[in-house]
C-alpha cells in the first residue's frame, strides 16, 4: 500500500434500517428512551439522500446465526424475557437481564437481533467490495453470554466474524465512541487478524481499555481526558487511527461511530463537534475496499440524529448545506416536547436549523500528546 490509499471501487453505498427503532424504546426513564435510527431514516428522506435501492430494511437474525458468538443458554434466556416479561434473579445474576442497565422492555430480544441482523447482512453486501452504513449497530459492549451496558447482543463481533466467515481474514476494527468496546477486545484480544483500535474517555464506565492495555498485542487503546476536543481527534485520527490501519492493512473496515463524545451528550464529558465523525468517516474510506460503519452510543435526541445523518451524508458525497430545508428542520422540531431535554438545558436553535456543528477546536493537551507518543512507540 503507498501512502493511505487503496484504489478502491466506489460502488453506491447501502444504509440498513428499520422500524422497529420507531416504536420501541428500553422506557421512559432511561437514556435509551430517545429515537435515534428512526430520525437518522427521516432526515436522509427529508434530504433526499436515499437514492432508490440504497435502503434496506434489516432482517432479524435468528438464534441460530446469533451462535456464531453468543451462546444457545443465553440467547434462550434472551428470547424467554421478551416472550414472558420477566426474569428471575438467578437470570438476572447470570445473565445480566432486567438490570437498570438492562430492562425489560417489549422488544428487548427482537430490536438488538434486528441490529445483529444488519450487521452480519452488512458483511455479506460488501463480500465483494463496498461500503455499507447500518446506524443501529455499535453495541460494543454485549458479551458472549450476557448483556452490558445496554447492550443485550454485540452486533461488531458478529458482524467480525461473518467477514471472517466469507473469507475476509484482515479487519480492523476502529471504535469512537466515548465508552471503551469491552466487548469487541473481549472478543479478539490476541487475534492479530483483527486490529482494534479505541478512543475513548478515562475514568469512564465500563472502566476498561487503559492506555497499556494491548489485548495481546492487536489492541490500541487511548483513554482521553474529559474536554476531548476536535483538535486532539485529529491528532489521534492522524497520529494513531490511520497508520495503525494502513500498517494492518485491512480488506475490511469497521468504524463504530458513537455519537456519545459530542459536547451536547449527558453521559460524557468530552466535546466533539460532529465534524470529528465525518473526518474519521472520509480518512478511513480509501485504507480498505470494504467498509462497514455503524452507531453507537449517543443520548442527546438531536445531536445523535444530526451526527449520524452526517455520517450518511459524509459516506454517501452529500453536500452539508448551512441551514436545513424545511422537510428536514421539522424532522428535528417533532423531537421537542417528548420529555428528552429532561435535565438538560433548553435545546439550541442550531440543533434544529443545521447538521454540522461549528467546529469545537482546543489544545493538543501534553497528556493527550503523551499516550499517542505512548501508543506509536509501541
Known amino acids: 500500500m503507498d501512502g493511505h490509499e487503496l484504489n478502491v ?128 449497530g455499535g453495541t460494543h459492549h454485549g458479551l458472549r453470554d450476557r448483556a452490558n451496558g445496554f447492550c443485550y447482543l454485540n452486533d461488531p463481533v458478529l458482524c467480525i466474524l461473518t467477514l471472517r466467515r466469507l473469507g475476509i481474514g484482515r479487519v480492523a476494527y476502529v471504535d469512537i465512541d466515548a465508552h471503551h468496546c469491552d466487548g469487541v477486545e473481549a472478543a479478539f484480544a490476541g487475534d492479530p487478524s483483527v486490529l482494534m483500535v479505541s478512543v475513548h474517555e478515562e475514568r469512564r464506565w465500563p472502566f476498561t481499555g487503559a492506555l497499556e492495555d494491548d489485548g495481546g498485542g492487536n489492541c490500541f487503546n487511548l483513554p482521553v481526558p474529559r474536554g476531548f476536543n476536535d483538535t486532539e481527534m485529529r491528532a489521534a485520527l492522524h497520529e494513531l487511527i490511520l497508520p495503525r490501519v494502513v500498517a494492518h492493512r485491512p480488506e475490511a473496515i469497521v468504524l463504530q461511530c458513537g455519537a456519545d463524545a459530542l459536547d451536547e451528550d449527558p453521559l460524557s464529558r468530552l466535546a466533539l463537534s460532529n465534524n470529528a465523525h465525518r473526518e474519521v468517516v472520509t480518512a478511513l474510506r480509501p485504507l480498505s475496499p470494504r467498509m462497514i460503519v455503524t452507531g453507537g452510543g449517543g443520548y442527546n435526541a438531536w445531536s445523535v440524529g444530526r451526527c449520524w445523518a452526517g455520517v450518511w451524508a459524509a459516506l454517501a458525497g452529500h453536500e452539508i448545506p448551512d441551514r436545513l430545508p424545511a422537510p428536514a428542520e421539522a424532522v428535528l422540531r417533532a423531537l421537542s416536547g417528548r420529555g428528552y431535554e429532561r435535565g438538560r438545558a433548553p435545546v439550541a436553535e442550531a440543533l434544529f436549523t443545521t447538521l454540522a456543528d461549528p467546529p469545537r477546536e482546543g489544545p493538543l493537551r501534553a497528556e493527550v500528546r503523551d499516550r499517542l507518543r505512548r501508543l506509536a512507540a509501541r
Not at 441490529?115 to 460488501?126: E, I, K, N
Open 9 to 136: 471501487p466506489r460502488a453506491a453505498p447501502l444504509f440498513i434500517g428499520s422500524d422497529i427503532y420507531r416504536r420501541s424504546s428500553y422506557g421512559d426513564w432511561h437514556p435509551l428512551r430517545v429515537p435515534r435510527v428512526s430520525t437518522v431514516i427521516d432526515l436522509a428522506r427529508a434530504m433526499g439522500w436515499l437514492a432508490t435501492g440504497q435502503y434496506r430494511s434489516s432482517p432479524r437474525a435468528k438464534p441460530a446465526a446469533l451462535a456464531l458468538w453468543h451462546t444457545p443458554d443465553y440467547v434462550a434466556a434472551l428470547q424467554r424475557a421478551e416472550a414472558e416479561g420477566a426474569v428471575s434473579p438467578e437470570v438476572r445474576d447470570r445473565h445480566g437481564l432486567g438490570t437498570t442497565a438492562n430492562p425489560i422492555f417489549p422488544e428487548m430480544f427482537r430490536r438488538p437481533a434486528t441490529s445483529a441482523g444488519a450487521a452480519m447482512l452488512a458483511a455479506d453486501l460488501v463480500r465483494d467490495g463496498g461500503v455499507v452504513y447500518t446506524p443501529a
